[in-house]
């Protein structure tokens, strides 16, 4: 059955990606966007956070998906960005409950994006589910922000809520993978830190299948959206070299550098968290690419 879905973040890597996936699927797709621009299948309805405004007719639809926001490793965490990271993600959620508690109508399924970022940091080893507890740090809160603010639109509209805590996106079209194959392919492959670091990851295909699975299922709660397949830095790297035909040299660049020239954003790669989507898979979700090999070969 043909479902209306209104998408937040809807221009990003993983939203180009969803609107395809959903017109495949014979949805209807709508976007909010600040500007009023063409967007292949799609609508686009304008708003604008900041100033309090979305355009009218916008949240006449069955499905929200809630991946607005910065881009977490896209320039240095100043005091500046970090508050830009965390406002525009919570932002757009509660003017979205507020319109939808004055309007009286809204979506009755809501799909937010989080983090695994929510999670403690660990090795390889120690796999983390839903129950565990939140994390330390700026990332551990802003997912909590995150999934506090998703909450108040699902609250405003008593709609069903869908969380997913996103690993590490890979696609062939923008995104981490692309930033790592692009040393690799000049010959200049090597780990980050000790390499050791757990890499949870996705492929954007079968993340767009887990957003549109959520409203199709009508599920609640929250969810890890990660392959089941885990790796490490070193692995991914040495995988992302063997697709391409490219050397990896072994000894990794220190982290004392990558903290000398990123400051506390080196976290981000130099931690990581291993997490499990054990819970996804209950629901009858299967992965097209379970494995990083797979994803590599279809992407690269």
């Not at 797709?29 to 063409?38: F, Q």
């Not at 799609?42 to 910065?70: I, R, S």
Request: include cysteine; glycine fraction near 12%; hydrophobic fraction near 40%.
């Amino acid at each position: 059955m043909s479902k209306r879905v209104l998408i937040t973040g809807g221009s990003g890597l993983v939203g180009r990606h969803l609107i395809r996936h959903c017109n495949n699927l014979g949805w209807d797709v709508s976007i909010l966007s600040r500007k009023r621009k063409a967007v292949d299948g799609a609508k686009v309805f304008l708003w604008n956070p900041k100033k309090d405004f979305v355009e009218d007719g916008a949240l006449d639809c069955d499905v929200l998906v809630h991946l607005a926001g910065a881009g977490v490793a896209d320039a240095r965490w100043t005091t500046g960005r970090k508050k830009e990271i965390m406002e525009s993600r919570r932002l757009p959620a509660l003017l979205l409950a507020k319109q939808i508690r004055e309007n009286g109508q809204g979506p009755s399924s809501i799909i937010s994006a989080s983090g695994i970022g929510f999670y403690e940091p660990g090795d390889i080893f120690t796999l983390r589910n839903e129950q565990d507890p939140i994390g330390k740090g700026f990332l551990a809160d802003v997912c909590k922000e995150w999934e506090s603010s998703a909450q108040e639109m699902a609250n405003a509209g008593k709609a069903r809520l869908s969380i997913l805590r996103i690993g590490l996106v890979m696609a062939s079209d923008g995104g981490a993978l692309e930033k790592m194959s692009q040393p690799i392919r000049y010959l200049a492959g090597t780990p980050l830190g000790t390499g050791k670091q757990p890499v949870s990851w996705i492929h954007v295909e079968d993340l767009c299948r887990m957003i549109t699975w959520c409203a199709e299922k009508k599920l609640e709660g929250t969810f890890n959206a990660v392959a089941p397949e885990v790796e490490t830095n070193l692995s991914l790297t040495k995988g992302i070299g063997k697709v391409l035909g490219k050397p990896v040299w072994p000894i990794g660049i220190p982290s004392f550098t990558l903290r000398l020239m990123l400051g506390e954003m080196a976290d981000i790669l130099l931690e990581g968290q291993a997490v499990s989507p054990e819970k996804i898979k209950g629901t009858g979700f299967s992965f097209l690419f379970p494995s990083m090999d797979a994803a590599l070969k279809d992407l690269l």
